[in-house]
Nanobody, 112 residues
Framework: QVQLVESGGGLVQAGGSLRLSCAASGRTFSSSVIRWYRQAPGKDREFVATITWTDGSAYYSDSVKGRFTISRDRAKNTVYLQMNSLKPEDTATYYC?????WGQGTQVTVSS
């Protein structure tokens, strides 16, 4: 089973940017579909974006479309989530997922 480790979270002002990373170990992403989710306190986990490892096709939730970009680096076996124009409502713990594997999450806090 693949192990996932997220990093890159932090505290940023509204309008700022962060880039999250999701590194895989134990096996490569190979033909996987990799997803980012987020969960704010007291709320359900919410889909953010997905990317297909083979062809890089990406899809986004309406709440982040146009502001976030998901990408992959085959050589590093890593998926990224570039987050621009951040809003306070983007504050959450962000998780990456593939198949049944989940990372531990990385906290993103956007101050107004």
């Amino acid at each position: 089973q693949v192990q996932l480790v997220e990093s890159g979270g932090g505290l940023v002002q509204a309008g700022g940017s962060l880039r999250l990373s999701c590194a895989a170990s134990g096996r490569t992403f190979s033909s996987s579909v990799i997803r980012w989710y987020r969960q704010a306190p007291g709320k359900d986990r919410e889909f953010v974006a997905t990317i297909t490892w083979t062809d890089g096709s990406a899809y986004y939730s309406d709440s982040v479309k146009g502001r976030f970009t998901i990408s992959r680096d085959r050589a590093k076996n890593t998926v990224y989530l570039q987050m621009n124009s951040l809003k306070p409502e983007d504050t959450a713990t962000y998780y990456c997922n593939t198949f049944t594997s989940w990372g531990q999450g990385t906290q993103v806090t956007v101050s107004s």
